[in-house]
């Protein structure tokens, strides 16, 4: 199984990024295979829409769990439609987060915020 | 002739500009492109004879037709498509009815629906003529209604029109002064007055539009948003005095050109200041 978490530098070490949508980077976690990728958040600049573009890749990239602080209602649609769970992370680096998901201790993310958009003009 | 009001944030004065411009003009047009808080009609009080909805243009999927082939979603540069789930899903919120996805669907699996954004309404306030839209609660953008409006105004061109803009220097303020041949940008004088002015002036400058100040709010204190006139060498149309009787007229949605004669005579100034202006003779 892959999970994908919003980071702000490629390593596992990386703090969890306070943003999904706009996230320089996603690690994804292979439960298998124990290993690392990233990929580059294309979406991170977009003028609008970055949720949903940022969803879209991790739908693309298979994986089944996103591990992030949170998350607004486009981008949760996406996911949630896609069968992807999401998850609240807690304070720690990313593969810290990735070791207390597989024990059990996040719990699922229910406070989808309506989004920023539009701000700055 | 078309001119816009604007300014680089709320409360300096665009209303007040553009209903006192358009009331001494005579038989002028003021048009509210403030869409988003309309408020002309507070002083104009006009008789609206015509009234109709503004409607976008909204994707519908057919999820029989569509083989999720993706071209909708790679081709949408606003990201308000997404494929997941097996079908395409459409934020509306996020679409700017461009139309694009319709048109590079290879299947024809994409058609438009109407949503409404707003409405769009038209009038007579004494002689002069209104004209204003209104956005929908929770709408994301109200440049569709603006786009509505100066359709209207290009109908009216013969005479002058007074478009009042919606504040800031985004999107819609550009929509705003688009066709304008004039623009006029009121300031306050404080530091943070200039600050919004410098915005709205590279603005007009990127628009290569012809523009003037009119300085809002002055008192014998420095004013730093004339400072910044003098230095950049702009055309100062009009002062405006922060005088209580000004707030006392506007408190009871009286229009000053008609209340005092003083404010006639500035606002009369202001408008043939334009009009006289050398670069568009």
Known sequence: MLIAIPVNEETEKSDVCVSFGR??????????????????????????????????????????????PRCGENASQVLVNAGVSVFK????????NIDFYLAGKLSSLTDIHPGFHGHGG | MLISIL??????????????????????????????????????????????????????????????CRKCIDFCNFNALAYTGNKVIVFEDICHSCGGCTLVCPRKAITEKDKSVGKFEKGMSGNTTFMSGTMKVGVASGIPIVKRILKEVHVNREEDVFIDSPPGSACIVM???????????????????????????????????????VLNKCTDKPNPSEDYCLKEGISILGRIPFDASLGAIASVGGIAALEDERFRAIFNSILSGIKEDPELI
């Open chain 1, 23 to 68: 996230a320089p980077f996603y690690m994804i976690y292979d439960t298998e295979k124990r290993v690392y990728e990233y990929i580059v958040n294309t979406a991170a600049q977009a003028q609008g829409g970055a949720g949903i573009k940022a969803a879209q890749m991790i739908v693309d990239s298979k994986s089944k769990v996103v591990l992030t």
């Open chain 2, 175 to 213: 929509e705003s002064i688009r066709y304008a041949d004039y623009c006029v940008l009121v300031a306050e004088p404080t530091i943070f007055g200039r600050h919004n002015l410098e915005m709205v002036h590279e603005l007009v400058k990127v628009f290569g539009k012809k523009y003037g100040v």
């Open chain 2, 7 to 68: 300014s680089g944030k709320g409360g300096t004065g665009k209303t007040l500009v553009s209903v006192n411009m358009a009331v001494v003009s005579e038989c002028g047009t003021y048009a509210d492109c403030d869409v988003e808080e309309p408020n002309g009609y507070l002083f104009l009080n006009p008789v609206i004879s015509h009234e109709e909805e503004v409607n976008v243009k909204i994707p519908v999927i057919d999820a029989d037709l569509c083989d999720g």
């Open chain 1, 89 to 96: 992370t807690v304070e720690g680096t990313a593969d810290e």
